[in-house]
């Protein structure tokens, strides 16, 4: 079985708003196993950067200039993925992006999704480690994976990072009351997340918070135990 573990940087947070991806890294998985096999690419943008974004990631427009555009890559980095799984850490944000790149095209591109299926580790996670942090860096150390070389985003360098964590997460280790097998079932469920429509009932459609907005609400949610019993810890 062969997985792809993906991840992207962008120009800014918002693909609504015009903002485009960077950075594509991905790490072959065959049968669980790291194979060596990588895809990575730095992409000129054609827009600014936000600072925002490069105080993440530290990619620069000025490096970015000679990179080349993603019509020049994107039948590269589809062959690259094409019939296999991806793995990604809160998939419907690096998949909304890739997506949109493929329109920009206005080509014969379908969604990703319907080239690949998809696991979203932060969906998994947050179904395994319920009520915990899942971030990337929470997930590396729960998992005791060493990220100390990770002082800034990058896409080829985190898919490296969440392959580990993936395997860890998945590894079926802790049998003795059953997790193995409720993980076995939360990747099952997961595998299905980011293929389903926005939900909508009636004129109300529903958003989850994203990972910024989650850890925005720890930090809340510590400084109110720090004064006293906080009944959302």
């Known amino acids: 079985m062969r997985q792809v573990i993906l991840d992207t940087e962008t120009t800014g947070l918002y693909v609504d708003q015009g903002h485009r991806i960077i950075e594509i890294g991905c790490v072959e998985l065959v049968n669980r196993k790291l194979t060596g096999q990588?895809?990575?690419q730095y992409i000129?943008?054609?827009r600014e950067i936000d600072q925002g974004a490069i105080d993440i990631h530290g990619i620069t427009n000025d490096f970015l200039q000679t990179k080349p555009l993603f019509r020049d890559i994107a039948k590269s980095f589809l062959e690259f993925v094409k019939g296999d799984e991806l793995i990604i850490h809160n998939a419907p944000f690096d998949i909304g992006f890739?997506?949109?790149?493929?329109?920009?095209?206005?080509?014969s591109y379908k969604p990703i999704t319907e080239y690949c299926q998809v696991i979203d580790t932060l969906a998994l996670a947050r179904q395994i480690h319920v009520g915990q942090r899942n971030s990337l860096d929470a997930l590396c150390k729960r998992y005791s994976i060493d990220n100390s070389h990770r002082d800034l985003?990058?896409?080829l360098l985190d898919?490296?990072?969440?392959?580990r964590v993936y395997l860890a997460m998945t590894?079926?280790?802790?049998t003795l009351f059953g997790e193995s097998n409720a993980t076995e079932v939360a990747v099952k469920q997961t595998k299905t997340i980011v293929n389903k429509p926005t939900i909508q009932r009636g004129n109300l459609v529903v958003i989850e918070a994203n990972e910024e907005e989650l850890t925005e609400h720890e930090k809340i949610i510590q400084s109110m135990q720090k004064k006293g019993t906080c009944l959302w810890q």
């Open 171 to 174: 590894g079926g280790q802790a």
């Open 38 to 40: 990588v895809y990575h």
């Open 159 to 163: 898919s490296h990072l969440l392959a």
């Open 98 to 107: 890739i997506n949109a790149e493929f329109q920009f095209l206005k080509s």
């Open 44 to 46: 000129n943008p054609e």
């Open 153 to 155: 985003h990058g896409a």
